[in-house]
T-cell receptor, first 118, second 113 residues
């Protein structure tokens, strides 16, 4: 079956531009997560959705970052007025549900979007 | 705040060796722990998930153990192969933070023929 997909795979932006990154989770997955991975680091949590509700956005680094999942499926991470420090790989993950049996909590990751801000 | 540390940062071994990768975490109040594999230019692939009430999980040549009280986990890879070359990441979740994963920096493994 289809896994988590993300688009675009690569994005080059000029400093100050706005960007939008898309995530298509596995069909039927309730939970959706966004992570940011800088070069040589582990992924850092950005935000979490359960269906269309954004339950945790404590990891968003500034108010330039905004995420939505209006219909509880596809999600978009938007970065306004991009800065060089935003350069990273943005990973999306989905899971069937949190808080139940172990095999429903495994997070499945997409290939990521590599963002380079010049 | 939950801190996750992985040792070693990099490991290079000949094919056939048995390996141990280490992960430690500062807050023992975890919900579960996962080991992931990351290949260059690709996303993360979940290898094993251990619930906080479990001591170990096995999948093929992989075995992960969890000692929650001491804040440690190990990933054991038996009879390593060149195809095992990748970065291995350890991550934990806390019951209070809705599935959010706290990651270590990873161990970059190279297995040469």
């Amino acid at each position: 079956g289809a896994g988590v997909s993300q688009s675009p795979r690569y994005k080059v932006a000029k400093r100050g531009q706005d960007v939008a990154l898309r995530c298509d989770p596995i069909s039927g997955h309730v939970s959706l997560f966004w992570y940011q991975q800088a070069l040589g680091q582990g992924p850092e949590f950005l935000t979490y959705f359960q269906n269309e509700a954004q339950l945790d956005k404590s990891g968003l680094p500034s108010d330039r970052f905004f995420a939505e999942r209006p219909e509880g499926s596809v999600s978009t991470l938007k970065i306004q007025r991009t800065q060089q420090e935003d350069s990273a790989v943005y990973l999306c993950a989905s899971s069937l549900k949190h808080g139940t049996r172990a095999n429903q909590e495994t997070q499945y990751f997409g290939p990521g979007t590599r963002l380079l801000v010049l | 705040k939950q801190e996750v540390t992985q040792i070693p940062a990099a490991l290079s071994v000949p094919e056939g060796e048995n390996l141990v990768l280490n992960c430690s975490f500062t807050d023992s109040a975890i919900y579960n722990l996962q080991w992931f594999r990351q290949d260059p230019g690709k996303g993360l692939t979940s290898l094993l998930l251990i619930q906080s009430s479990q001591r170990e999980q096995t999948s093929g040549r992989l075995n992960a153990s969890l000692d929650k009280s001491s804040g440690r986990s190990t990933l054991y890879i038996a009879a390593s192969q060149p195809g095992d070359s990748a970065t291995y990441l350890c991550a934990v979740t806390r019951g209070s933070t809705l599935g959010r994963l706290y990651f270590g920096r990873g161990t970059q493994l190279t297995v040469w023929p």
